[in-house]
């Protein structure tokens, strides 16, 4: 099964139990009524981003469904957490890109989203052979990556919190969610079951 579509997604959620602020979590993101399946960081080729609204409307209740998630959680108050998700797809569109999955302490989103946006295409840059100075800023690469003309795209997706005042558990989540191929078998018509009557049935047995 290779995907055709992704969509990016976030949440956070805070609870008395660390479990609970995970599903209020997956709540916020939409995804809390699927099968989850963290998998490793490659973009298929040619797959396609799509908003949330469209890739939800693809999954269903209880579908494995597979994912790459970032996820970060604290109980200490007033601590800040992230978690964070950045692709970079190549613009051939027979060569795969790279997801990146970052979490963290006292990272804003910004801040965040640049970072694993940064890890991804720097894993894609190396793989196409672009070159680079490895330890110039992201802004410097980025340039770099445009004059190449080898991206089509980067993304990237983040979600910090504040820990609760009161020590409650809060959780984080950063998600890119593989959305499968639709099959587009033909449902097949099933046949109008036969009425039985009184005189049919009678027929039925004098034959």
């Given at each position: 099964?290779?995907?055709?579509?992704?969509?990016?997604t976030?949440?956070?959620?805070?609870?008395?139990?660390?479990l609970?602020?995970?599903?209020?979590?997956l709540r916020?993101?939409?995804?809390?009524?699927?099968?989850l399946v963290?998998?490793?960081?490659?973009?298929?080729?040619?797959?396609?981003?799509?908003?949330?609204?469209?890739?939800?409307?693809?999954?269903?209740?209880?579908e494995?469904?597979?994912?790459?998630?970032?996820?970060?959680?604290?109980n200490?108050?007033?601590?800040?957490?992230?978690?964070?998700?950045?692709?970079?797809?190549?613009?051939?569109?027979?060569?795969?890109?790279?997801?990146?999955?970052?979490h963290?302490?006292?990272?804003?989103?910004?801040?965040a989203e640049?970072?694993?946006?940064d890890?991804?295409?720097?894993?894609?840059?190396?793989?196409?052979?672009?070159?680079?100075?490895?330890?110039a800023?992201?802004?410097?690469?980025?340039?770099?990556?445009?004059?190449?003309?080898?991206?089509?795209?980067?993304?990237?997706?983040?979600q910090?919190?504040?820990?609760?005042?009161?020590?409650?558990?809060?959780?984080?989540?950063?998600?890119?969610?593989?959305?499968?191929?639709?099959?587009?078998?033909?449902?097949?018509?099933?046949?109008?079951?036969?009425?039985?009557?009184?005189?049919?049935?009678?027929?039925?047995a004098?034959?």
């Amino acid at each position: 099964m290779i995907p055709k579509k992704v969509f990016f997604t976030k949440g956070v959620g805070r609870d008395k139990e660390k479990l609970r602020s995970f599903e209020l979590a997956l709540r916020d993101a939409g995804i809390q009524h699927l099968n989850l399946v963290n998998v490793s960081s490659i973009m298929p080729p040619g797959c396609k981003v799509v908003p949330r609204s469209q890739g939800l409307q693809e999954l269903h209740a209880g579908e494995i469904t597979f994912c790459v998630i970032a996820r970060n959680e604290t109980n200490e108050p007033n601590r800040l957490i992230s978690a964070a998700i950045g692709g970079a797809i190549p613009s051939d569109q027979n060569a795969y890109g790279y997801i990146s999955e970052h979490h963290d302490f006292g990272m804003t989103d910004s801040n965040a989203e640049d970072y694993s946006e940064d890890l991804a295409a720097t894993m894609l840059a190396s793989t196409l052979g672009v070159e680079f100075n490895p330890d110039a800023s992201y802004d410097e690469k980025k340039e770099v990556w445009k004059i190449s003309d080898k991206f089509v795209k980067t993304t990237s997706i983040a979600q910090s919190a504040i820990g609760d005042k009161n020590g409650l558990w809060t959780t984080v989540i950063a998600a890119v969610v593989f959305v499968p191929p639709q099959e587009e078998s033909k449902i097949e018509q099933i046949p109008q079951a036969r009425e039985i009557t009184t005189e049919t049935a009678k027929d039925s047995a004098q034959s």
